[in-house]
């Protein structure tokens, strides 16, 4: 098992389109870019191992740590934990590093954020919801933060919060796509069907291709009774991303389609 990349990795927004019943459990891989409380070679080599190897990495930087390896050290232990699938242990390590770091404020945020996607591996939303928080008090206007707290929200159907969330997200990034398509299942679920599809609509008018937005958009054309044209999305969708989240839950929704009639 490897960690969640920040902001809750973006499949989790897939868990937030589809179906309650179609929820997944992949563990889901490290991002290009991690947050950094140091910097050196050691550093840098760390990291790229908790990739390859969480648990060899875990070794490496506990006798870092032992010898003086610091934050970055720890930073590192937390996340090699994670990567072996402990995500209750790093989500507490990382938050913890977190709140006693000297580093500035934009890699603190950045690592609430980490410690907020173990915390939603480890099935506690409620904790992962607390540390987004703790991390948009240093960077109010983070949007990676602002939309990882919006899913949670959607977790504990706090899902008016979330919206609001994901309006002051597009107020700074007004294209921001994923997070039209994340409003869009929002809204969804509070039957804002409306407004859903308008979401919907420019975030497929800024990404054409998005498998995600056709998701979503194959799901509200269901709602409004159009099963061919949910169809050609979900389809699409498929072509656009095999062997994805994104694909399987698309597939799931065009076998209950050809079962009949389901209530969403």
């Known amino acids: 098992m490897q960690p969640l990349p920040p902001v809750l990795a973006r499949l989790a927004l897939l868990l937030l389109l589809a179906p309650p019943a179609a929820a997944q459990d992949e563990a889901l891989p490290l991002p290009p870019s991690l947050p950094r409380l140091g910097s050196g070679a050691e550093y840098e080599d760390c990291l790229e191992l908790t990739r390859a190897d969480p648990e060899a990495a875990h070794s490496l930087a506990e006798r870092w740590e032992r010898s003086g390896g610091g934050e970055a050290a720890r930073h590192c232990v937390a996340l090699a934990i994670l990567g072996q699938g402990d995500a209750a242990r790093a989500a507490e390590r990382l938050e913890a590093l977190a709140q006693r770091s000297q580093a500035p404020a934009a890699a603190r945020a950045a690592v609430y954020g980490q410690a907020a996607e173990a915390w939603t591996m480890a099935n506690q939303p409620g904790r992962a919801f607390a540390a987004t928080t703790l991390g948009l008090i240093l960077m109010p206007d983070d949007v990676e933060l602002l939309t990882d707290r919006a899913m949670t929200l959607v977790t504990l159907n706090r899902t008016v919060e979330a919206i609001g969330d994901l309006d002051r997200v597009l107020a700074i990034e007004p294209r921001r796509v994923e997070a039209l398509v994340l409003r869009a299942a929002a809204r969804r679920r509070l039957d804002r069907i409306a407004e859903a599809e308008a979401d919907i609509a420019r975030a497929l008018q800024l990404m054409p291709d998005s498998a995600e937005a056709l998701l979503e958009r194959g799901i509200l054309r269901q ?17 656009l991303a095999p062997d994805t989240p994104t694909a399987d839950l698309a597939e799931q929704n065009l076998a209950l389609n050809e079962a009949g009639p389901q209530r969403r």
Do not use: L, T, Y
């Not at 709602?223 to 072509?239: N, S």
């Open 223 to 239: 709602i409004r009774g159009d099963v061919a044209g949910a169809r050609r999305d979900w389809e699409r969708a498929v072509v």
